[in-house]
Each structure stands twice: as structure tokens, then as C-alpha cells.
DNA sequence: TATGAATGAGCGTTCATTCAT
DNA sequence: CATGAATGAACGCTCATTCAT
């Protein structure tokens, strides 16, 4: 217990500098002081420096995954089960900001490793599309999304949307920051519509 | 000439390798061995390291906002005016994907170079996004987009669809990576709406 | 003490190779190896290459100052206590010999930093000026020496004859390095001797 | 004639920026730039950068050592002309006090080149002390100085002297600082008067 | 187990020297 | 002759990693 609460203080202050930081401009006297442990003991819980990153990228990628892919809308509406799906991804990335803000612009080759962690990335990635895509398929079942587009592309728009509203939104008016207008645009995109009759499914609670 | 060909030269050997990989973890040997001069030279055309990448970074980029922001679609519909500047955009970062593909991480902190890249790259990136806006507020009073979101925000979206387009479905069915599908997920969102007339404009000729 | 005499290792080599190089001239590498530590080590004990010359110049310095002024020449003879005094300064600048023949020439300028270490030699410089003008001042009480100039410029005088002494006459006849010959000189000059009718010939129109 | 001249620019500006720095901190942009010339001209008159110190170095000391020895005090008392002696060295030095006082540190392994260097500079420094000593070894016969000393041991002495008052008095009282007061220290010593019963005092033990 | 002093490969930057013009 | 753009060897300094305690 002692050593996984050790473990967990080190990831804890990596993780918090590579909210700041790209990893390779992070020092590990840095990392070992904010941790409060001694520099040698780093390597007693991680191979190399390359690992402990590693490893505080995707410590809780995971759970997040098969939270989403868990979960399920019989027991609510698509409209609700969709933005709580929504809400648990942003409130994900939100709490990891630090790491995936870093993160995303790497997506394409995290750490650069030769490829062995740009694959684990991808493949993380594509989990979480995956999961989504879960999601977003039982909609079109339900005939809430078109069907005319592969889910895990849907899931990618939406996913993007989020990043867009995470990322370039910071600064707008809080009301275009709401999950519910996050998801009015995802559903209908930006055009006049004159059919738009705004689906009532999506203006109820709000959740964060 | 011959002058700005070296320069040139420089930029596009480093260019090239922000493509896979974060600066910091770019040796100045690689720019110099790959941009065929002696790393001295280097030190000719910029102050140091930093430079260097600030410049590739940011060199187009100016044009490009210029470019969006200087069109007009007086000779032609807005339909055909935004996918032309969806196109102009594309090409800009396909071209230098390489760069931006580690910059989108780290718009929040380039270089972290204590504020003055940052500010820069907000300032750029500012810039692209009243250029799109400007041509959405078109749009908008030609009645074709919703009036009830600032132009600034639907570029946001615009500009987001645009980079998961170009990152996130890079593998996905070409069809869903038409500059059309982009711009229909854009205008009427991935709702099933039965109203979907299908805008003709958009579905004519296709560009990239 | 480990630590110390690490140390004490480094600023040894560093002195002994500023024996025979100018500071800018040594290589930090040179000075680990003839220390017999890697090089990474000698930022653990100094701020960087110009702190460790600093203080391979300045220590021990300060000691002898204090020593000078603290003998006193109650329990001997002005003329014994004198030469002590001699004795310990050439015994010092024989032992840092390497250091202070690059040095002699750094006087108005040691470094060239800035000003700042210049002003710390100087200080250092004034001070022993000073402890030797205290020891002078004893001997002018005592009317062996001329009141007529100032302590101060008389121990300039008596440290400039111990310069020449171990730097030009290194090759001269022992008998001419004796601390009692200096003396001599230091006292009676090279005058034959009829003397002290104050030469006419040396005070009429000034050159220069 | 032209040429000349261009090398006299070229010498002139390397020796005014001697003054300031040691020669290895020196670059050959500045001395370029300061002269006027391109870089490269340097190397149309000048080996490598090592010859050009070299002769900023001796230029001129060659002719001193001459005019020294030229000299006689036929047609004057030998006062006079010491006195004129030591102005005539004051003068160059003080004139080339920027080298100089670069140098006087160096004397002992000039440029550190090996040896070739240094040879040539203690021969330089010996014909200097040969000047003044064939000088003084008129004074040893005309039965105004001591001749138990070795001539080149009194000119040791009496150059060190003119350096003790070029640099450790610079900021001392004027009257310290005339060649008459010198030249009274040189001759008479700092000792109070009664003397020449040789001080029994200090001819017991040596200390080192 | 935990530490942090020690290490040395590696990198950014400088600058004497060359050579095409 | 004159130039200054180009070069690359060299050096100061950093920091991931090891290991004696």
C-alpha cells in the first residue's frame, strides 16, 4: 500500500508538469522534488523516463474506455445517455488537461519511440473511438443520427468537437461551452435550418 | 536569391522534421545535415535555436489569413466561397502538416517560451479565426448559417472539423474526407433530420 | 569532509593547469580529468567555469592577509618581523605561483567580467597592500624607515621588488633572491652610497 | 605603401583591443570590423591569428631596445640620462599599456604556443634588460651605483619599479608617481638614513 | 528500500579559417 | 587584392542514469 501510494505521488507530479511542459523539457530532479522522493527512487517504480510518461498518459485512458463502452441507454434516452457520455469524456480530459493538452498534438507519434508507444497511442485512441462509436451507433439505431456515415467517423467528429470546445472555446461565452450546445451543433450542425425544431431531448438538466 | 533559397532551404529541412517530432527533440546536426549546409550556417539566417523554429512556424501563415480574409464571394455564392476557403486552408496545413502537427499541441504554450511565443502563436491563431469568421458572417447574412452563434465560434468548429479531418480520419473511407462531407457535417450536423434537402451547392464539383 | 575534499581536488587541478594556461585557454575537461572526476561533477560544486576560477584565485588569499596583520613584531625586531613578512608572502605566491602569473597581468581587469570580479581583485589586491603598509608603518615608528612616503606606497614598492624577484631574477644568482638582498635593496636602494645630498641631477624639469 | 598601411590599421586595431582583453577572448571579427578591412584581409597579412598578436606584440619593442642602447651619456651626466632612459621606457609602455598589461602576465609562456613564443618573448624581455643594464653599467662606473650587483639584476629592479608605479600607483599622489621620485627609490632605497653599516639584522638566517 | 552524489554522452553555440566571387 | 558567406571542430553546460551507502 505504502508503494503504490509512492507511485502514485510520482505519477501525480509528473503528471501535474506535463500539463505545463512538453515531457522531453521536463527534468526528473523536477519530477523526484515535486514528488518528494529522492531521485534514484524513480527508477525503483519505472524503467526509464520514457516509461514513467508512458505510463501517466494512460493510467486511467482505460477505466475511461470501458466506463463508456459499459454503460448503457436502456434505462434512459439515447438524448440523455449521449451527453452524459459527452460529460465523462470532458470531465476525463478536463482532469488530465495537463497531460492530453500535451498529448493530442502527438496523437500521431507520441514520444517519437520508434513506434512501440505511438502504436499503444493509437491503439488507446482507437478504443476510445471505438467506445464512442458504441454509442453513437445505438442513436442511429434509434434513428437519431443519420446512418449514412460509419460510427466511429461520427465519433471522431464529436470527440473533435470536444477538443474544439476544450481547447479553442476557453475564452467564448460560456453558453456555447455547454454540453447541450456542444451537442446541438454535433447533431445540426451549423446551417439556418428552418427545420430545426430543436430537439426538446437536449435542453433539459444540464450536468457540468 | 541565392540568400533567401539557403534560408529557404533551412526552413524546409526543419519543417520537415517538426513533422515527427516535438522541437525540442530535433538536433540542430539533423537541420543542418538534411538542409545540406554547415550547422554554422545555421547561425547565419537565425539567432538560435528557438528562432529557427519560431520562423517555421509561423512563415505562410501570415499569407494564408491574408489570403482568406482578401477574397470575397461577390462573384460567386457563398457555398462555393466557403469550400474555397476550406480548401486554402487544407492545403496550408497538409503542406505543413509537419509543423502543425506538433503545434496544435501546444497552442496553449508554444516553446513555452515565457509568454512571447505564446502570445505570438494565440495572435496567429486569432488572426486565422476572425479571417473564417469573417467569411461565416457572410454566410450568416446570406441567411445559409444560424445567426444565433458568433461567427467566431462556428469558425472554431469549422477549423476543428477541419483538423479532425486531417488527423483523425486520415484512414477513414475517402468519401468522409471530401471537402463536401465536411462542409454538409458542418452546415446540418450529424442529426438524422428528415428536412435534409441536401443542399445541391455543395455537392457539385470537388476541389481536393 | 568527503565532500570537501573533492573539492579541494578540483581547484587543485584547475590551479595547476592556470599555472600554465590563460583561464580561457584551460578546458573543463582537462581540469575533471587531471582531478579524476567526471566532468558533470564539477557543476556540483561550482556555479560554472568562471566561479571555479574565481575561487581557485581567491582562496586562500584572504588568509594571508590576515595573517600579515596579525603578527606584530612585539616579541622580535622590526627587521626580523619584516622579513617574515617577506617570507610569508613569496612562500604564498610561490605555492599559487601557477595561479598568480596569470593573474599579475589581470590586475585592472581580472576576467574581464564585467566589473565584478575585477572589483573583488582589486579589493583582495588592497587589501594585502594594506596589511604589508601596516607592517611598513611599524617600521617607520621605529625610524628605519623613511617617513617622507606613505606605508601604502612603500608596500607597493617592497611587492613589486618580490614580483621582480620571483619572475625575472628566476635565473639569476641565488645570492641575488635571497630575502636579505631584496631587503637590502628595499632599504638602501641602488645607490653606491655618498648619497643623501639628495641628488641635484634627479629633481630638475620633469618628462613625463 | 598602401599596403602599409592597411597592416598598420589592422596592427592598431588588434593592440587597442589587447588593452582590454586577453588575445583568447579576442575575436578577429572585431579586430576586422574595427579596422575596417573584411575578415578575410586579415589572413593577406597575417599567417593565422596567432601571428597577428605576435607582432602586435613586438612591433616597436625591437626599436626601444635600440634607442635605449643607442644612446650614450657622453654629452650629459648620467642622471640625465637614466632619467631619460626611464622615460623613454615609460613612454612605450604607457603607450602600449593595452598589450602590456596583457603581457607583463604572459612573460613567462607567452601565447602559450609551445615554446616558440615564449622563447621569442623572454629573448625579447632579456634585450630590454641588456638596454637598461648597459645603461646602468655606466652608472657602476662613473661610481653612482653599487657594484656588487650584476647590471642586468639593478635593471631587473629598476623595470620592475616603473612597473610598480604604471600599475599598482596609478591612483597613488603625482609625486609618488614621478620618474625623480622612482629613481630616488631606485637609488636610495625606503630605508631612513644611518645606514650602509649594512644592517646586521638582516644578513643571519634565511627563511626560504 | 531509498537516496543523491557522481557520471559522461550529447547538444547548442561560437569562431578561426577557407574560398568562391 | 578584397571580401564575407560558409564551414565544422571545439567547448561549456545539461541531465538521464547508475551505484555506493
Given at each position: 500500500?505504502?508503494?503504490?501510494?509512492?507511485?502514485?505521488?510520482i505519477l501525480?507530479?509528473?503528471?501535474?508538469?506535463?500539463?505545463?511542459?512538453?515531457?522531453?523539457?521536463?527534468?526528473?530532479?523536477?519530477?523526484?522534488?515535486?514528488?518528494?522522493?529522492?531521485?534514484?527512487?524513480?527508477?525503483?517504480?519505472?524503467?526509464d523516463?520514457?516509461?514513467l510518461?508512458?505510463q501517466?498518459?494512460?493510467?486511467?485512458?482505460?477505466?475511461?474506455?470501458s466506463?463508456?463502452?459499459?454503460?448503457?441507454?436502456?434505462?434512459?434516452?439515447?438524448a440523455?445517455?449521449?451527453?452524459e457520455?459527452?460529460?465523462?469524456?470532458?470531465?476525463?480530459?478536463?482532469?488530465?488537461?495537463?497531460?492530453?493538452?500535451?498529448?493530442?498534438?502527438?496523437?500521431?507519434?507520441i514520444?517519437?519511440?520508434?513506434?512501440?508507444?505511438?502504436?499503444?497511442w493509437?491503439?488507446?485512441?482507437?478504443?476510445?473511438?471505438?467506445a464512442?462509436?458504441?454509442v453513437?451507433?445505438?442513436?442511429?439505431?434509434q434513428?437519431?443520427?443519420?446512418?449514412?456515415?460509419?460510427?466511429?467517423?461520427?465519433?471522431n467528429?464529436?470527440?473533435?468537437?470536444?477538443?474544439?470546445?476544450?481547447?479553442?472555446?476557453?475564452?467564448?461565452?460560456?453558453?456555447?461551452?455547454?454540453?447541450?450546445?456542444?451537442?446541438?451543433?454535433?447533431?445540426?450542425?451549423?446551417g439556418?435550418?428552418?427545420?430545426?425544431?430543436?430537439?426538446?431531448?437536449?435542453?433539459?438538466q444540464a450536468?457540468?
Amino acid at each position: 500500500m505504502k508503494r503504490e501510494e509512492k507511485k502514485a505521488r510520482i505519477l501525480s507530479a509528473a503528471e501535474s508538469l506535463m500539463a505545463a511542459r512538453h515531457w522531453s523539457e521536463i527534468k526528473l530532479d523536477e519530477v523526484a522534488e515535486r514528488a518528494g522522493v529522492g531521485k534514484g527512487t524513480l527508477y525503483l517504480y519505472f524503467r526509464d523516463k520514457k516509461d514513467l510518461f508512458f505510463q501517466v498518459v494512460f493510467s486511467g485512458f482505460d477505466a475511461l474506455c470501458s466506463g463508456i463502452a459499459g454503460h448503457s441507454c436502456e434505462d434512459t434516452t439515447f438524448a440523455v445517455y449521449l451527453r452524459e457520455t459527452c460529460a465523462e469524456i470532458s470531465t476525463f480530459f478536463a482532469n488530465r488537461r495537463a497531460v492530453f493538452q500535451s498529448m493530442q498534438n502527438e496523437e500521431a507519434r507520441i514520444f517519437e519511440c520508434g513506434g512501440r508507444l505511438q502504436e499503444a497511442w493509437l491503439q488507446h485512441r482507437r478504443r476510445l473511438v471505438d467506445a464512442v462509436g458504441g454509442v453513437l451507433e445505438l442513436g442511429q439505431q434509434q434513428g437519431v443520427l443519420r446512418d449514412d456515415v460509419p460510427p466511429p467517423v461520427l465519433a471522431n467528429f464529436l470527440l473533435g468537437m470536444l477538443r474544439t470546445r476544450a481547447r479553442d472555446l476557453a475564452d467564448a461565452d460560456p453558453s456555447y461551452r455547454s454540453h447541450d450546445f456542444i451537442l446541438e451543433m454535433f447533431l445540426h450542425g451549423a446551417g439556418s435550418g428552418q427545420r430545426r425544431k430543436r430537439d426538446q431531448a437536449f435542453s433539459n438538466q444540464a450536468i457540468s
